[in-house]
């Protein structure tokens, strides 16, 4: 299980990420996400994300509405030999779900306030079995994923994720906190 | 990346763990382990790391100074068929070491205040290029666990994990702690 | 800054609470509580807010629906000496705030789905300067408390609080997490 | 209970704190400080928690072996109109414990690699009934100091602190991690 190091990410300021190593590693883990997967990665920012699922999935659609957010993404893939096999696109998440093939895991990165329409859009394009992940450093954010998973029939997870990470000094290991990510996740019932 | 949930597990009261969920998935990234390593896993416990290692290395040696909780991990692993290629051992951790083969990963789940000797004893036989992770619930192992790391002359990780999970209900989702836990690790230097 | 511990609360299986010691602490430096406050404790469960609150305000009132809640908050008030100045009062406290007293500080511990309603009727029986405080579990009440204080023009303060406390026994100290608890607070502003 | 919020103290780059206001908070109640006490801060800083005792105790003195701290700690006092009554002293706490009068509360905010001595000194120091505490944003301190307070037959509290808080903007509340802190501390049995 190979995470690529935070300090290996070339970083624009005005794009947010990479989401942290950490988290990177527990979403991975809760997409589940193998070989065989397409993924979307909606709000792919830095590409933190995005280049995790590109070494483990078949196809990655990463979108995000900011043109820098694309440009940094790809710059971060292709450093790493993983641009093969991800389209990048230009746009809102919730404009272009719909002209996706159907996914495996919808990963949702940012929202921009749609979280509701992207959640529900995202859902009907999702193959059963298949599975939603939202990450969120906002207070509001986590509970309204989950309400709208709880709405469309979904077991939700919630997991809060405090990480701090040592800072070794002469004077000792000084704890640096990260700030708190709340990892919102739920699998479509497979058909039956 | 899959990890098997806390509840598929069978538990003994006379044996801590398995580790949750979370903290298997940072551990599996941490020791980096992949299909061509052998992993020591001292203090097995339950077999919550063991079980993890087992569907990722060529090989794992569990290892156990309480006959129960080998029994507890070979039931374990034989519930998700993955008792082939893994030893249980039944012994103290530092007197059993010595003995085996070069590894890639040592894992410490457990030390019973023997951590110096365990990593230092567990440093020799580590393969260059190979990882020792340590896990631990109590204040004192990883400031201890990072000093023998540095006397070592290794890099050390250190990652402090909080984790709450939601418990969805009528009222509410209502977000219940686990224990935080310390992650240590480091990386033996690559012989050139 | 006296603050009663934790294990001297009598307690009632149907009644939750005491809120523990170190986020009682943070409560009372929150409401800034003084010797001239009238204090008004919505959802007093156990008593462990009341109870502060009696050492530190000219009055109290405390309010549950639930009439074991009201028996165990008196037990403790009792216990401690300090029920002189508590009113206990059965009811929902949606519908006894407009009869009360106007009041400097507006503690929530519990309000049943009716946020809302209790922050909006609270804000208009405290006085100016006064403040509200609300503490909760749940996922969801933090972000509902904050959009009402901000929709009735206060300055919010957000505080995450986790705690964890030491088990000291002779293997070492382990590390017993508490629940994470959002503290929300705001002042009313002083009319000039 | 009156805490001066983080903002209004005056800082100085080669000074660490101010202590954040909610663990000056937590500090405050487990040193359980009332207006008959003495209270010595170690490593006193920016006088963050210095300016917290000055309220509450009978007398304060604070050391510091960095004279920008005294500086610091002195324009925090004078601009809160607090200095009367706190004693600023220049020096190593290790040389200085010894030569002031019996105290209440023992503070340690910094102990430069001597909590041992440090402890163990301000221990004999310390009136029956009084309390010491320590607070560290270093993994390897709260293990140390538990370890001494154990060693000189004291009850230990152990206390992680995880504190994050808000941040309101357009698009929601950000919620921005404070390091954690850990507060050890323990009261001198009475004599009888
Ligand atoms: N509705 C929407 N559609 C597409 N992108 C969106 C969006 N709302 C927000 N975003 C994008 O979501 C991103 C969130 S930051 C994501 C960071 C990323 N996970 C990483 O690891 O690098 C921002 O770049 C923002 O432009
Ligand atoms: N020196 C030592 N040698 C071998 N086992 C040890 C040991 N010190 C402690 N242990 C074992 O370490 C275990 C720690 S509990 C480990 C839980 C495990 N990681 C899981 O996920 O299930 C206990 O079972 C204890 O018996
Ligand atoms: N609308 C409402 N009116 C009055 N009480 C309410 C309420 N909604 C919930 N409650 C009460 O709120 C309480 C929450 S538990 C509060 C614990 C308390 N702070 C302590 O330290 O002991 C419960 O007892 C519940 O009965
Ligand atoms: N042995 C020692 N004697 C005196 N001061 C010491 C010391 N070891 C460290 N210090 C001081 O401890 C301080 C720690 S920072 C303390 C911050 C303070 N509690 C606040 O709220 O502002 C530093 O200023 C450092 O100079």
Same mark, same amino acid.
């Given at each position: 299980?190979?995470?690529?190091?935070?300090?290996?990410?070339?970083?624009?300021?005005?794009?947010?990420?990479?989401?942290?190593?950490?988290?990177?590693?527990? #979403?991975?883990?809760?997409?589940? #996400?193998?070989? $065989?997967?397409?993924?979307?990665? *909606?709000?792919?920012?830095?590409?933190?994300?995005?280049?995790?699922?590109?070494?483990?999935?078949?196809? #990655?659609y990463a979108?995000?509405?900011?043109?820098?957010?694309?440009?940094?993404?790809?710059?971060?893939?292709?450093?790493?030999?993983?641009?093969?096999?991800?389209? @990048? +696109?230009?746009?809102?998440?919730?404009?272009?779900?719909?002209?996706?093939?159907?996914?495996?895991v919808l990963?949702?990165?940012?929202?921009?306030?749609?979280?509701?329409? @992207?959640?529900?859009?995202?859902?009907?394009?999702?193959?059963?079995?298949?599975?939603? *992940? *939202?990450?969120?450093?906002?207070?509001?954010?986590?509970?309204?994923?989950?309400?709208?998973?709880?709405?469309?029939?979904?077991? *939700?997870?919630?997991?809060?994720?405090?990480?701090?990470?040592?800072? +070794?000094?002469?004077?000792?290991?000084?704890?640096? $906190?990260?700030?708190? +990510?709340? +990892?919102?996740?739920?699998?479509?019932?497979?058909?039956?």
């Amino acid at each position: 299980m190979d995470i690529t190091p935070d300090n290996e990410f070339i970083k624009n300021s005005n794009v947010p990420g990479p989401t942290k190593e950490e988290v990177r590693c527990l #979403v991975m883990c809760k997409s589940q #996400v193998s070989k $065989a997967d397409v993924v979307v990665d *909606v709000g792919c920012g830095t590409g933190g994300l995005t280049l995790e699922f590109a070494k483990r999935a078949k196809k #990655v659609y990463a979108i995000d509405k900011n043109p820098e957010a694309l440009k940094t993404t790809f710059k971060n893939l292709q450093k790493h030999g993983l641009d093969d096999g991800v389209d @990048l +696109i230009e746009a809102d998440g919730t404009e272009v779900l719909d002209n996706l093939p159907p996914f495996d895991v919808l990963m949702v990165g940012g929202s921009g306030g749609k979280m509701d329409y @992207l959640l529900k859009r995202g859902y009907k394009k999702l193959k059963s079995g298949g599975r939603i *992940v *939202v990450t969120s450093i906002l207070l509001e954010t986590p509970s309204e994923a989950t309400m709208v998973m709880k709405d469309l029939g979904m077991e *939700v997870d919630v997991v809060g994720v405090s990480i701090s990470k040592g800072k +070794i000094s002469a004077r000792g290991t000084m704890m640096v $906190a990260r700030n708190p +990510i709340t +990892i919102v996740s739920a699998k479509k019932a497979l058909k039956n």
